[in-house]
């Protein structure tokens, strides 16, 4: 039960964060007019941006599937070191091969 809120709390500040990059101003390059479609930043940001933060929560994700103990340790790690490779390669074997609750 506690994994569901905490996936469900991560999860929230995912999508919260996508939709502040979204909504984030484009830097004016000047386009041709002559272009058939005129599709700005904010339609292709979406996607990228959910998909590639799915992607840095990985071992979160994989640490609540696999129901880790020290799940709130791989999250914090995975939050604030993350961004660098190792950080994230860290967390991300952590929740691989971390002791797991009984269901």
Same mark, same amino acid.
């Given at each position: 039960?506690?994994?569901?809120?905490?996936? $469900?709390? +991560?999860?929230?500040? @995912?999508?919260? !964060?996508?939709?502040?990059? @979204?909504?984030?101003?484009? =830097? &004016?390059? =000047?386009?041709?007019?002559?272009?058939?479609?005129?599709?700005? %930043?904010?339609? /292709?940001?979406?996607? !990228?941006?959910? !998909? &590639?933060?799915? %992607?840095? %929560?990985?071992? +979160?994700?994989? *640490?609540?599937?696999?129901?880790?103990?020290?799940? $709130?340790?791989?999250?914090? $790690?995975?939050? %604030? *070191?993350? /961004?660098? !490779?190792?950080? /994230? @390669?860290? *967390?991300?074997?952590?929740?691989? @091969?971390?002791?797991?609750?009984?269901?």
């Amino acid at each position: 039960m506690k994994t569901k809120y905490i996936l $469900l709390i +991560t999860l929230f500040v @995912v999508v919260l !964060f996508s939709l502040y990059l @979204v909504s984030c101003t484009p =830097p &004016g390059v =000047p386009t041709p007019h002559d272009w058939s479609w005129d599709i700005s %930043f904010p339609y /292709w940001g979406l996607p !990228f941006s959910i !998909f &590639g933060l799915a %992607f840095y %929560f990985v071992p +979160t994700i994989i *640490a609540a599937i696999r129901r880790s103990k020290s799940i $709130l340790g791989i999250i914090l $790690l995975n939050i %604030f *070191a993350g /961004w660098t !490779f190792i950080g /994230w @390669v860290i *967390a991300l074997v952590w929740s691989l @091969v971390g002791e797991t609750t009984k269901k």
